[in-house]
């Protein structure tokens, strides 16, 4: 079953103001799989943010669909909007956004008392995630009190827990040391081993050699796609390099 599935996606800013209008997207055609581990690349300014903002319903299209589950994400008003954001969608940013005055674990289990989970599913699936992860014995930590891969793992565990239908991830391992990058991305392995499906937009060729399919966009277009298939990941890496050269995004475009 199809997890995602964006049909002629057209993004243009500045279409209702009246200003100046930029195409951000340009008719967007992908499909995601259940169970898939893709990586949006592109370099700086070809639209990945815009991309991750409309599937995440932050922002709307201004034609095509998106459907999310088979349903049309644009259609939904609140408070639908947000019951729909919350149960189907995980989300995972750059800087953590783990808030300082809570441990690790209030962190995590905050988005299940939203959703009205019980106490026990809570415990147990925080058991169970925190051990497969490997930070059970920092729960009790401070966001300041533990390293940058032990924040970001927490940071998963909270877009996981609630097991949404797609986890979202905005340069996951960006804000990470390569250390602390990698234990992140066997992370994301993991989960997406036990069938996560996992769209995550980075710059990073090393992190996007996790993945099973890379899609590059250049300009708001889909300008080509690959699949990790049986290949190595240095291998797959090599590839994604290559095309990075022809399209150029490669990592010198972080900040
Ligand atoms: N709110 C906005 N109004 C007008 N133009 C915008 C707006 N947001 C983004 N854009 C433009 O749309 C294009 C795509 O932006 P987007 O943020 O999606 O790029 P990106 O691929 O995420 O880049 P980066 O790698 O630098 O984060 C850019 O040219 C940008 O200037
Ligand atoms: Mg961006």
Known sequence: MEVLNIKNLTK??????????????????????????LAVMGPSGSGKTTLLNVISTIDKPTSGTVLVDGKDIAKLKEPKLSSFRREKLGFIFQ??????????????????????????????????????IGIKNVLNKY????????????AVIRAIITEPSLILGDEPTGALDSKSA??????????NNNKATILMVTHDAFAASYCK???????????????????????????????????????????
């Open 143 to 154: 966001p300041y009190e533990v390293s940058g891969g032990q924040r970001q793992r927490a």
């Open 95 to 132: 800087n953590f956004n783990l808030l300082d005055t809570m441990t690790l674990k209030e962190n995590i289990v905050l988005p299940l008392s939203l959703a009205n989970v019980s106490y026990k599913t809570v415990q147990s699936r925080l058991e169970e995630l925190s051990l497969k």
């Open 213 to 255: 399919r890379v899609v590059f966009i250049k300009d708001g277009k889909l300008f080509n796609e690959i699949y990790r298939g049986d290949k190595t990941r240095t291998d797959f890496y090599e590839n994604i390099l290559k095309i990075l050269s022809v399209i150029g995004g490669d990592n010198s475009d972080i900040g």
């Open 12 to 37: 243009v800013y500045g279409s209702k103001s009246g200003g100046i209008k930029y195409t951000a997207l340009h008719d967007i055609n992908l499909m995601v799989e259940e169970g898939e581990f």
């Open 182 to 191: 990698k234990e992140v991305l066997n992370c994301l392995d993991e989960l």
